[in-house]
């Protein structure tokens, strides 16, 4: 199985459909990405696993212990595990508020 090869947002072509592919990334959020989990993500609203992992300054195995845990709501398609970004900002919010509470 061949994956396309990692790309930041300034290096993913332009225009497809009328969209800016760039818009497609926050890549201050989630950093380089597939241009297939790129593409899903802004279908879905769903991203994969290692990003959100990635963002949270966690690991993957402890993302998944989490979502184990019932701590962040995740959702496994086909063979990837995945978390909506909605999830992910409450999932933030909660943490905020347990160490400032």
Do not use: C
Request: without cysteine; proline residues 4%; aromatic residues 6%.
């Amino acid at each position: 199985m061949s994956h396309a090869p990692l790309a930041s947002a300034a290096s993913l072509p332009l225009p497809l459909g009328g969209d800016d592919w760039r818009s497609l990334v926050d890549t201050e959020r989630y950093g380089p990405m597939t241009l297939d989990d790129a593409s899903f993500l802004r279908l879905t609203g769903l991203v994969k696993l290692r990003y959100v992992a990635r963002h949270l300054g966690i690991t993957s195995t402890d993302l998944r212990n989490r979502i184990a845990a019932g701590r962040i709501r995740g959702r496994k398609v086909a063979s990837s595990w995945f978390v909506s970004e909605s999830e992910i900002e409450r999932y933030q919010q909660r943490r905020v508020v347990r160490r400032t509470g």
